[in-house]
């Protein structure tokens, strides 16, 4: 596509459940990043795939957080049991090979935890 | 481990006025250095970047910044601001060594533009 898509742009959720954001990454960008904005930490990032592996899962805010990629394209960061601490934007950034420096941005999904 | 001060919180500026906004680094080689935008409900915007080479670095919407190491600093301005301007400014800084690191992100500036 022509920039990166994510979706959905807003999601509001009830305590507990589990949420699903999905990052659609320019086409051919081998990798992918994800990061968070939230009022209290600024942008953290969380994780990054090269191709559908992602090397280091560090970044993560709990276990409760998880993301695949398959298909070396749409990326999908599950949470599961959410708490309203991960109210936040989540940022998903992609480019042709693994450098974040040269990353392109999506818009971003807010997600309201209630 | 690298970090990113930005120490203004918020600024106000009238339109067509000169702007400055501050950026303070911290990392033991030389940096990756980045300003973004951020407009209301839009993702974030690339204004520049410094990765090498002059340290002066001209960017879009008429943006430029000047790397400074000895002061580890790496300030935006713009001559003239434009009611458009307003919104929110990220200082970014990476490690010139891996392409797989993250980028770590200042706090922000949130910059009102008066008439």
């Known amino acids: 596509g022509a920039g990166v898509s994510q979706s959905p742009s807003n999601k509001v959720t009830e305590k507990g459940k589990d949420v699903e954001l999905r990052c659609d990454p320019i086409?051919?960008?081998?990798?992918l990043y994800w990061y968070r904005q939230s009022l209290g930490q600024g942008l953290e990032f969380l994780i990054y795939f090269q191709g559908n592996s992602a090397p280091d899962k560090s970044g993560l805010p709990s276990d409760r957080f998880s993301a695949e990629r398959t298909g070396g394209s749409v990326s999908t960061l599950t949470i599961q049991r959410t708490q309203q601490e991960d109210s936040a934007v989540y940022l998903c950034?992609?480019?042709?090979?693994?450098?974040?420096?040269?990353?392109?941005f999506g818009q971003g999904t807010r997600l309201t935890v209630v | 481990a690298q970090s990113v001060t930005q120490p203004d919180i918020h600024i106000t500026v009238s339109e067509g006025a000169s702007l400055e906004l501050r950026c303070n680094y911290s990392?033991?080689?030389?940096?990756?250095l980045f300003w973004y935008v951020q407009s209301p409900g839009q993702g974030l915007q690339l204004l520049l970047k410094y990765f090498s080479g002059d340290t002066l670095v001209q960017g879009i919407k008429g943006f430029e910044a000047e790397f400074k190491r000895s002061q580890s600093s790496f300030n935006l301005r713009k001559p003239s601001v434009h009611w458009s301007d307003a919104a929110e400014y990220f200082c970014a800084v990476r490690g010139s060594g891996g392409g797989a690191d993250g980028l770590t992100f200042g706090k922000g500036t949130h910059l009102i533009i008066q008439p």
């Open positions: 990392y033991g080689a030389t940096p990756y």
């Open positions: 950034a992609s480019s042709e090979g693994v450098d974040s420096a040269r990353a392109f």
């Open positions: 086409s051919g960008h081998t990798a």
